[in-house]
C-alpha cells in the first residue's frame, strides 16, 4: 500500500471561506440573490406579457438576471483556467450558457430562461447546503479573542489588541471576559467554560498554577494569567487550522470527479455537433428539429448534478463529526477511515485516564490502617508523583501530621517520626516480607497494578496498590471495532505483563508491551504490513512520529500539542465513543456518495436516450437534469444529521 504524505502547514489566521468547490459551486452575495429573485420576476411577468415581442425581452431580462454568474463564470472561469493549464479547460457553466444560447437561436426564449433559472436555483441550493454545512465548524472562527487587558510593568491595566500579546506578559481577566490566549493562572479563582475547546459544557474550576486556554469564557471570577504561547500556537489556533484544512482538503472521490469534470464537458462539447450532423441523416429528423435537440442533449449531458455528488455530502459529514466534537484535517482522512483494518491504541491516556488511582490497600495490623494512612499522606505530600497525588487524593486523614521526608531517587520515601522510622517504596527495596502481602503482591501485579510497599523500623507493614484505570468507553469502543472487523492493538511503554492486564480489561486483540517511544513508528508500519490501512490514536508527544507514520493519525483532544500539530484529526472531548462514530459516519460518507454518483450517471443516460427517441423537449429536460442535482444534494445533506 502507498502511504500518504502529511502536510500540516501553518495557516494564516486571516481566513476566507470562499473555497471553490467545483464548477457547480458558488458563493454568492446577498446582492446576488436579489439579482436573481429580480430574474424570476421577470420570468413571471413575461408569461402573461400580451405581446411575444414584450415577453421575450422579459425572458431576455430574466436570462440576464438569474443567469449573470452562470454566464460570467460560464466564459471567464474557462478562460483563465485554460490560461492557467494552457490547455481547454471548460466548465458546466459553459454547457449552460452555450444551450440557452442555441434556444435562444431558435427562437425559444422561454425555454432558454427556464433553463437558467432552474440551473441557477438549483447553485444556489447547493451554495446553501455547503453553507449549512460549513456553519458548525467555522463558528469557532467567530470565537477568536479581539482583545486583552495587559498589566504593565508600573501596575497600570492597558487594553490592547490580543495580537500584540507576547510570551511572559501578565494580563487581567475579570469575570465574564473570553480569556485571550493560552497561560497559566499566578493569581486569583474562577471557574471557566472551556466548550470550544473540549466541548464539556460544564464549566471547569481553575485557580492558580491552572492553564487557561485562549477564546474560552471566563465565569464570576476574576484572575491574573502570565502568556505562555505566542498566539499562532495556541490549542484555538490549532484547532483553526484543522478547521480551515477540513474545507480544503477533498475526498479521493470529490478530486477525482473535479479533474474529470473539464474532460467531460470538453466530450460533450465535441459531441453535440456531431449529434446535430446525424441527426437528419440518422433520425431522419429536420435540421431545426437536430438543432433543438443538440441543445436538450447539451443540457441533459451536463454534469452536475455529478459535481455535487462528493463534496456537499462530505462537508455535510465532517460538520455533523465537529458538532460532535471530532475534527478532520480534511475529507480525505474522513474517507480512508471507510478502508481501515487496524486500530493502533496508545495505552495512557488513551485507553485509560492517564491518571493513576488506589484500587487496593491491606496492613497486616488492621487496627494501626488509620495512623498509618495518615503518615503515608504525610509522607506523599512531599512529593509530586502521580502515585502520591493518587494516594493523597484517595485517602481521608484523620490526623494532619507535619513530618520531615527525605526523597531518595529509586528508594522511595523515607521519614523519621515519632521515634519511629517509615519507608514508602517499590517492593523490590524490601527483603523480608510478609507471605500474606507476598502472595497478593504477585496476584496484583498479574492484574497489571503498581505496588507500593510501607514499612515500619524496616518491617514491611502493607501495601498500597494503583492502576492506571481503563477509560470509561474503552471496552464499549473496542468491542464496536471488533463487531466493525477491525483488528486493535494497544502499545505501551509498560511491562507486557501490566499491558496484557489492562488489555484484557478492556478486550484488545493483541498488546505490545515494552514499546520505547522511537519503536512506536516503526510498530506502526509492521502492523500496515500485517493488517493493512491503520490508525493510530495518541496523546503525547512519543506518539507524534507514530501518527505521521499511520494512515490515519489521531489525537486525543487533551493532549499534547505536538501530538494535535501532526495528527490528522483530534477527539476534542477525549470521548473513544466518537471514534466509532467517525468510522460509521465514513461508511455512510462512502455509500452516499456513490449513491449519488450512481443515481447522478443514471439520469443523464436516461435522459439521453429520451431525448434520441424524441419524448423529450427542453423545459422538461431541464427539470429532470436540475432535479436530480437536487435529489443528490439532499442525499448528501442525510450526513448532517446522526444516525439513531
Given at each position: ?7 500540516h502547514?501553518?495557516c494564516n489566521?486571516n481566513?476566507d471561506?470562499n473555497h471553490?468547490?467545483g464548477?457547480c459551486?458558488?458563493n454568492h452575495?446577498?446582492n446576488a440573490?436579489?439579482i ?6 421577470a420570468?413571471a411577468?413575461?408569461?402573461?406579457a400580451?405581446?411575444k ?11 440576464i ?5 452562470v454566464?460570467t463564470e460560464?466564459?471567464l472561469d474557462t ?7 494552457r490547455k ?7 454547457l449552460?450558457?452555450?444551450a440557452?444560447?442555441?434556444a ?5 426564449f ?13 447553485h ?11 456553519r458548525d ?6 470565537l ?20 500584540l500579546i507576547?510570551?511572559?506578559d501578565?494580563?487581567q481577566?475579570?469575570?465574564g ?11 486569583g ?10 466541548g464539556?459544557?460544564?464549566?471547569s474550576?481553575?485557580?492558580?498554577g491552572?492553564?487557561?486556554?485562549g ?22 489556533a490549532k484547532?483553526v487550522q484543522?478547521?480551515?484544512?477540513s474545507?480544503d ?5 470529490a478530486?477525482?470527479?473535479k479533474k474529470?469534470e473539464?474532460?467531460?464537458?470538453s466530450?460533450v ?12 441523416t440518422i433520425f431522419?429528423w429536420?435540421?431545426s428539429?437536430s438543432?433543438?435537440r ?6 441533459v449531458a451536463?454534469?452536475c448534478a455529478?459535481a ?10 465532517i460538520s455533523?463529526?465537529?458538532r460532535?466534537?471530532?475534527l478532520f484535517?480534511?475529507?480525505t482522512y474522513?474517507?480512508m ?9 496508545d ?7 492517564g ?5 487496593d490497600?491491606?496492613?497486616?495490623n ?5 495512623e498509618f ?11 509530586n508523583?502521580?502515585?502520591?497525588n ?20 529509586g ?9 519511629h522510622h ?11 516480607v510478609?507471605?500474606?502481602?507476598q ?5 496484583l501485579?498479574?492484574?497489571?497494578k ?8 524496616g518491617?514491611?507493614q502493607?501495601?498500597?496498590a494503583?492502576?492506571?484505570?481503563p477509560?470509561?468507553?474503552?471496552k ?8 466493525l472487523?477491525?483488528h ?20 484488545v486483540?493483541?498488546v505490545?508491551?515494552?514499546?520505547l ?6 510498530l ?16 503525547g508527544i512519543n506518539d ?5 507514520k499511520a494512515?490515519?493519525?489521531?489525537a486525543m483532544g487533551?493532549?499534547?500539542?505536538i501530538?494535535?500539530?501532526v495528527a ?9 465513543n466518537?471514534l466509532?462514530?467517525?468510522i460509521?459516519?465514513?461508511?455512510r460518507?462512502?455509500r452516499?456518495?456513490?449513491?449519488n ?5 443514471f ?7 429520451m ?11 431541464v427539470?429532470m ?10 442525499n448528501?445533506?442525510?450526513l ?5
Amino acid at each position: 500500500m502507498t502511504q500518504h504524505k502529511h502536510q500540516h502547514e501553518t495557516c494564516n489566521h486571516n481566513h476566507d471561506h470562499n473555497h471553490d468547490h467545483g464548477s457547480c459551486g458558488h458563493n454568492h452575495s446577498k446582492n446576488a440573490v436579489w439579482i436573481f429573485l429580480a430574474g424570476v420576476l421577470a420570468f413571471a411577468i413575461a408569461l402573461f406579457a400580451p405581446q411575444k415581442l414584450i415577453a421575450n425581452g422579459l425572458f431576455l431580462a430574466s436570462i440576464i438576471l438569474s443567469g449573470e454568474h452562470v454566464i460570467t463564470e460560464g466564459f471567464l472561469d474557462t478562460i483563465n483556467s485554460t490560461k492557467k493549464n494552457r490547455k481547454f479547460t471548460p466548465n458546466i457553466h459553459l454547457l449552460m450558457t452555450l444551450a440557452a444560447l442555441g434556444a435562444i437561436i431558435i427562437g425559444d426564449f422561454q425555454e432558454a430562461a427556464l433553463l437558467i433559472l432552474i440551473f441557477a436555483g438549483a447553485h444556489f441550493l447547493e451554495d446553501y447546503v455547503e453553507g449549512k454545512s460549513k456553519r458548525d465548524i467555522t463558528n469557532l472562527l467567530n470565537l477568536n479573542p479581539t482583545q486583552a487587558r495587559r498589566i504593565n510593568e508600573d501596575g497600570t491595566v492597558e487594553v490592547i489588541d490580543a495580537s500584540l500579546i507576547k510570551v511572559g506578559d501578565l494580563l487581567q481577566v475579570l469575570n465574564g471576559d473570553q480569556v485571550p490566549t493560552d497561560g497559566v493562572i499566578i493569581s486569583g479563582y474562577s471557574s471557566i467554560n472551556e466548550a470550544s475547546i473540549t466541548g464539556e459544557s460544564i464549566p471547569s474550576e481553575k485557580s492558580k498554577g491552572d492553564s487557561v486556554f485562549g477564546s474560552t469564557l471566563n465565569g464570576d471570577g476574576t484572575f491574573t494569567m502570565k502568556v505562555t504561547k505566542d498566539s499562532s500556537e495556541t490549542v484555538y489556533a490549532k484547532i483553526v487550522q484543522l478547521v480551515n484544512a477540513s474545507q480544503d482538503n477533498l475526498t479521493p472521490a470529490a478530486s477525482k470527479i473535479k479533474k474529470l469534470e473539464p474532460s467531460y464537458v470538453s466530450l460533450v462539447l465535441i459531441l453535440v455537433p456531431i449529434f446535430i450532423i446525424l441527426g437528419p441523416t440518422i433520425f431522419s429528423w429536420t435540421w431545426s428539429e437536430s438543432f433543438y435537440r443538440g441543445m436538450v442533449f447539451l443540457t441533459v449531458a451536463s454534469p452536475c448534478a455529478l459535481a455535487a455528488s462528493a463534496v456537499p455530502a462530505t462537508l455535510a459529514a465532517i460538520s455533523n463529526l465537529a458538532r460532535q466534537g471530532v475534527l478532520f484535517k480534511g475529507g480525505t482522512y474522513l474517507s480512508m477511515l471507510n478502508d481501515i483494518k487496524v486500530i493502533a491504541f496508545d495505552k495512557t491516556g488513551t485507553l485509560t485516564a492517564g491518571k493513576p488511582v488506589v484500587t487496593d490497600a491491606y496492613f497486616i495490623n488492621e487496627d494501626k490502617r488509620q495512623e498509618f494512612l495518615d503518615i503515608i499522606v504525610a509522607m506523599e505530600k512531599a512529593t509530586n508523583h502521580p502515585l502520591a497525588n493518587a494516594i493523597i487524593t484517595h485517602f481521608n486523614v484523620s490526623t494532619v501530621m507535619d513530618i520531615d521526608v527525605n526523597t531518595v531517587v529509586g528508594h522511595g520515601l523515607n521519614a523519621d517520626y515519632e521515634g519511629h522510622h517509615y519507608q514508602i517504596g517499590k517492593p523490590d527495596m524490601f527483603e523480608s516480607v510478609d507471605e500474606s502481602i507476598q502472595e497478593s503482591k504477585e496476584k496484583l501485579a498479574h492484574d497489571g497494578k503498581t505496588i507500593v510497599y510501607f514499612a515500619e523500623d524496616g518491617v514491611v507493614q502493607g501495601y498500597i496498590a494503583l492502576l492506571d484505570v481503563p477509560n470509561a468507553a474503552s471496552k464499549d469502543v473496542v468491542d464496536a471495532l471488533k463487531k466493525l472487523g477491525i483488528h486493535t492493538v494497544m502499545i505501551t511503554g509498560d511491562s507486557k505483563q501490566t499491558g496484557e492486564a489492562i488489555g484484557r480489561l478492556v478486550g484488545v486483540d493483541e498488546v505490545r508491551g515494552n514499546v520505547l517511544p522511537e519503536q512506536k513508528a516503526e510498530l506502526v508500519e509492521s502492523l500496515r504490513r500485517e493488517h493493512g490501512p491503520i490508525v493510530m490514536i495518541g496523546d503525547g508527544i512519543n506518539d507524534a512520529p507514530a501518527l505521521v507514520k499511520a494512515d490515519v493519525g489521531i489525537a486525543m483532544g487533551q493532549g499534547t500539542d505536538i501530538a494535535i500539530d501532526v495528527a490528522d484529526a483530534v477527539l476534542m472531548r477525549n470521548d473513544l465513543n466518537n471514534l466509532v462514530k467517525a468510522i460509521k459516519q465514513s461508511k455512510r460518507l462512502d455509500r452516499i456518495v456513490w449513491e449519488n454518483i450512481f443515481f447522478s450517471m443514471f439520469v443523464v443516460v436516461v435522459l439521453v436516450i429520451m431525448n434520441i427517441m424524441g419524448t423529450m423537449d427542453l423545459p422538461l429536460g431541464v427539470v429532470m437534469h436540475e432535479g436530480s442535482t437536487i435529489v443528490v444534494l439532499l442525499n448528501g445533506l442525510r450526513l448532517l444529521k446522526s444516525p439513531k
